[in-house]
């Protein structure tokens, strides 16, 4: 009986050590899964902030190449690139939209695609676009399927790409707003804070480049047009007409047209109801020839006082002729009402054709404004061939 009791003695006093053991291992567990989670967790914002460092260091670049040019094109590349390689390593979709003034809205201008072969059919944007647009501020959805914000009855029976998150970004310099930076992917969470905040960084330098970009071009245009009828100069039309030539004795495009134009009596415009009258006529017209070529990607200038010249690229002169006749008879069916009375405006047309007719540029002019003297001295409003 007495060495039941040593045996039941010894038996319990070692579970009490194997307990004891038990409870040391678990509490060094523990601390040992806590020293892991703390470890993996610095080596998590080691990661982010090597990619942080990283990101920021490229800023410098992005800055370099964008400034490299002031051409609203190579800007633009510039932003969708940069912004499409450091944030989304290349994965998605990247699309930059700008403004359209005439518009009011957004039009899409450049875009970044993972897959070449996707079509990107927003080409005014979509609920998440309008949504920056009207807020202006940026936007982070981490999966659209989620979030409150937008109501997944408007998705429904639209043409969306296939995307779950995306991060967009406004570009505003000095409270004018320029357009959307945006990058989407098909997978949700993809994108964090710290992605839209360089985004944000990008957008802040983009948008000073951007109305760089638009600020030039805007002189551009204020230097190579006339500033009553908004057609080319003489001067540019003439640059543009021997571009014109070179490009087709080089083997380029095998033939064009010239017009020139001249408005029957203009004087007689200017005598009766003074100069600002005749400045009334002169934008009328040219905005009937502007309209009426428009499909046919013509170079149009206000080549003299009432003198129009219009390049028409790969029409050959018979066609020409058919279609200065059609804008002839457009022109003179026009009424006009200067000082409240009611009257019509008449045109001579002259036409030539490169290389036909001439195989450079003062040959033609000299050919075309020639017949377009014939028209005149046939008794005007006609059209006649070189």
């Known amino acids: 009986m007495a060495n039941f009791f040593i045996v039941f003695y010894l038996v319990k006093k070692n ?3 194997i307990y004891k053991l038990d409870y040391q291992i678990q509490v060094i567990q523990e601390k040992c899964n806590i020293l892991s989670n703390e470890n993996s967790q610095q080596l998590k914002n080691h990661a982010a902030l090597k990619t942080k460092i990283s990101r920021y260091g490229s800023l410098k670049k992005v800055v370099e190449e964008i400034n490299q040019s002031l051409d609203l094109d190579n800007v633009a590349v510039n932003l969708t690139e940069n912004a499409f390689s450091i944030i989304a390593n290349n994965q998605g979709v990247c699309l930059l939209y700008l403004i359209d003034k005439s518009k009011q809205g957004l039009r899409l201008f ?7 072969k996707l079509v990107v059919k927003q080409k005014e ?6 949504w920056v647009l009207r807020n202006n501020r940026p936007l982070l959805v981490e999966d659209i399927r989620k979030d409150f914000r937008f109501d997944p009855e408007r998705m429904k029976g639209k043409e969306l790409r296939p995307f779950v998150s995306l991060i967009s970004s406004p570009f505003v310099s000095e409270q004018r707003f320029s357009g959307i930076l945006r990058l989407d992917n098909i997978n949700p969470h993809f994108y964090s804070q710290d992605d839209l905040r360089f985004l944000m960084r990008i957008c802040d330098l983009g948008a000073v480049a951007l109305e760089n970009s638009e600020l030039f071009k805007e002189t551009q245009e204020l230097a190579i047009r006339d500033g009553l009828t908004k057609l080319f100069t003489k001067q540019y039309f003439s640059d543009r007409l021997k571009e014109e030539c070179l490009r087709g004795t080089s083997g380029g495009r095998l033939s064009f047209s010239l017009l020139i134009l001249d408005i029957d009596h203009f004087k007689n415009y ?3 109801y003074g100069h600002a009258i005749g400045d009334i006529v002169l934008k009328k017209i040219s905005q009937k020839i502007d309209n009426y070529f428009k499909k046919y990607q013509p170079v149009i200038g206000r080549f003299g006082g009432e003198e129009f010249s219009v390049i ?3 029409v050959d002169k018979k066609k020409a002729s ?12 026009e009424k006009i009402v200067l000082r409240r009375k009611e009257t019509n405006v008449t045109v001579s047309i002259g036409v030539a054709e490169f290389p036909m007719d001439a195989k450079e540029s003062d040959g033609l002019i000299m050919k ?5 003297y014939q028209a005149k001295e046939k008794g005007r409003n006609r059209v006649c061939c070189s």
Do not use: C, W, Y
């Not at 450049?110 to 070449?116: A, F, L």
């Not at 059609?326 to 069916?333: C, D, G, M, S, V």
């Not at 075309?368 to 377009?372: E, L, P, R, Y």
């Open 15 to 17: 579970l009490s050590k």
């Open 125 to 130: 944007g979509d609920l998440f676009d309008l």
């Open 110 to 116: 450049k875009t970044g695609k993972e897959e070449e």
């Open 312 to 314: 028409l690229p790969g």
């Open 322 to 333: 058919r279609l200065a006749n059609e804008l002839r008879k457009i022109i003179e069916k």
């Open 270 to 272: 200017n005598d009766q």
């Open 368 to 372: 075309s404004d020639k017949a377009m």
